[in-house]
């Protein structure tokens, strides 16, 4: 069983590039926020960001109990990058090096100032970049302002054949 996490700052390409790989290599795909949502795994609701608050610890341990032994997976969620890098070959982590195209892509979501503001901020700091390597797991950043989705394919497979 092999387990490729795609995280990385909203709106930088994780589901595109996710999907796109998922297909590719007829691997299980799982979206880890709407499972989270379905399984009721989150503890309350922020009204002020319009987003859910996750469990993480409880969230692992559901979906770690629930992948199925030899099946290969695809994780797609800012979220994927807290799974323990011991189950997680490789987590890709997408990058939208050119602020304001990664503002263009946020604002065509409807998000408000504030939570454009917030996610840019979130991708000048790394956060998830940096949150992944501190956990230990091997990772490929990909920057989708630079990359076709068959270029990130192709390094992927390139790194996963090491
Ligand atoms: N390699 C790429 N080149 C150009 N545009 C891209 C690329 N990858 C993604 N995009 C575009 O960026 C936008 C955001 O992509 P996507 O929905 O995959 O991001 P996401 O990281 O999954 O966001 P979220 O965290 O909100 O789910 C989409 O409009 C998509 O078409
Ligand atoms: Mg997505």
């Not at 796109?20 to 795994?41: I, T, V």
């Not at 000048?124 to 990772?139: L, W």
């Not at 302002?145 to 390094?155: G, N």
Request: glycine letters at 4%; charged letters at 25%; hydrophobic letters at 35%.
């Amino acid at each position: 069983m092999v387990i490729v996490a795609f995280s990385g700052t909203p709106g930088t390409g994780k589901t595109t590039l996710a999907q796109a790989f998922a297909r590719k290599k007829a691997w299980e795909y799982m979206d880890l926020g709407q499972y989270a949502k379905s399984r009721g795994l989150y503890d309350s609701y922020d009204l002020s960001k319009r987003c859910y608050i996750i469990d993480t610890n409880r969230l692992n341990r559901d979906v770690l109990s629930s992948i199925k032994p030899g099946v290969n997976m695809v994780i797609d969620s800012h979220l994927s990058h807290y799974l323990p890098s011991n189950v997680v070959k490789l987590c890709v982590i997408t990058t939208c090096s050119v602020l304001k195209e990664l503002e263009r892509r946020l604002k065509a979501r409807d998000y408000g100032p504030q939570k454009v503001r917030e996610n840019l901020d979130a991708e000048i700091f790394k956060v998830c970049q940096i949150e992944a390597t501190e956990s230990g797991h091997k990772i490929l950043v990909l920057d989708t302002c630079q990359l076709s989705t068959k270029e990130c394919l192709e390094k992927i497979e390139q790194e996963l054949s090491k």
